[in-house]
């Protein structure tokens, strides 16, 4: 894996031209990471929302680890 200075150095060595490119491609990079982030997050919900499957976890947890307090 590149390392920052790396990548760096690389784009300092490309023509002028190219600078517009490399700040659209970083867009897309961060609307990629974004979306990514998006769906972990709806994947997540939507298993918080499962009550029998967190119920069967809460359980899991409960005899692996003991009763949690609620306090």
Do not use: T, V
């Amino acid at each position: 894996m590149a390392d920052r200075a790396e990548l760096i150095k690389k784009i300092d060595q490309l023509p002028p031209k190219y600078i517009g490119k490399i700040f659209d491609f970083i867009s897309y990079l961060q609307q990629e990471a974004k979306s990514g982030n998006n769906n972990e997050i709806a994947a997540y919900q939507a298993m918080a929302a499962d009550i029998e499957r967190e119920q069967e976890a809460s359980e899991w947890c409960n005899s692996y680890f003991g009763p949690a307090c609620n306090k």
